[in-house]
């Protein structure tokens, strides 16, 4: 139960996290670009753990299953954080 | 802690949605509201995620401690049933060798009994050539004066009495010691007669 809470809390985090990052590119065009530029960087990160995910795995000792979830979870945080942002 | 933790998250939820939805987008404020109420939002989250990972560690401690406990007594339950089964059979040993003990002292008792038998009936049939001979020794004459009795056609007991032990009928003592001296010296004359 309580292990469930705290990743739903931190999913919430990641999510709230996104919608943050959403509503700085909505203050100026370059906070726009730069957070695109993030987002870019982002994505090429997770591009790149998808592919090294068993280095990735031992060097963060955490199993390539929990790496994995890792990865979908916090694509699901940018999908429903900017989400939810853009749809407001 | 578990009360704080449930409202950090729903404020948490509540202050990610509520300005982005419920807001009105002409107010100068709006921008700098959302910015306040996401930052908000985010911080709940992080303490509620933080919060419930502290509550689940300890849940988990105290999931193991409940396991090692369970084990200690299952453990301490095997022990005990170990050390009285060993006692058990310990017991059981102990029987055992008393009963064999009792097998071999009931064998020496039955041993002791064969021997004490067969002395008594050694020592029966020594103390009966013993009174033979003594009888023999003693009443031999009498015998034969009972014998020569018989053969001179004295038959009766009181006549006997008077020939060989010199005593009338009467009720002396002399008479009663003859006449159980007579009777006990009957059998043999008897033999004695069938033998001759």
């Not at chain 2, 300890?58 to 999931?63: F, K, P, R, S, V």
């Not at chain 2, 009285?84 to 059981?92: C, K, L, M, P, T």
């Not at chain 2, 009888?135 to 004459?141: A, F, I, M, V």
Request: hydrophobic fraction near 45%; aromatic fraction near 8%; charged fraction near 20%.
């Amino acid at each position: 139960m309580m292990r469930a809470m705290y990743l739903a809390n931190y999913f919430i985090a990641g999510c709230i996290a996104f919608s943050l990052l959403g509503w700085v590119a909505s203050l100026h065009p370059y906070a726009f670009r730069a957070v695109l530029c993030l987002l870019a960087v982002i994505a090429i990160g997770w591009g790149l753990s998808w592919l090294l995910d068993f280095s990735l795995s031992k060097l963060l000792k955490i199993s390539v299953a929990d790496l994995q979830a890792l990865l979908i979870g916090s694509f699901a945080m940018l999908l429903i954080g900017l989400g939810v942002f853009l749809c407001s | 802690m578990q009360l704080k933790l449930f409202v950090l998250s729903a404020s948490s939820v509540v202050l990610w949605l509520a300005p982005l939805a419920t807001l009105d987008k002409t107010l100068d404020i709006h921008k700098a509201l959302q910015g306040v109420s996401l930052t908000a939002a985010f911080a709940c989250a992080v303490t509620a995620g933080n919060i419930a990972r502290k509550l689940s560690e300890q849940g988990e401690i105290e999931e193991i401690k409940t396991r090692a406990i369970t084990a200690d007594v299952v453990d301490e339950i095997a022990t005990s049933a170990y050390i009285s089964q060993v006692q058990r059979q310990q017991e059981a040993e102990q029987i055992l060798t008393a009963s064999d003990r009792t097998d071999e002292q009931e064998a020496e008792l039955d041993e002791i009994k064969q021997s004490l038998e067969l002395l008594i009936q050694k020592t029966s049939s020594d103390s009966g050539e013993l009174v033979l001979k003594t009888l023999t020794t003693r009443q031999q004459e009498q015998i034969e004066l009972i014998l020569q009795c018989h053969a001179k056609g004295i038959s009766g007991k009181n006549k006997i009495l008077k020939e060989v032990w010199g005593v009338s009928a009467g009720s002396s003592q002399a008479y009663r010691n003859a006449k159980a001296e007579y009777e006990y010296l009957m059998p043999f004359t008897k033999e004695e007669e069938e033998g001759g």
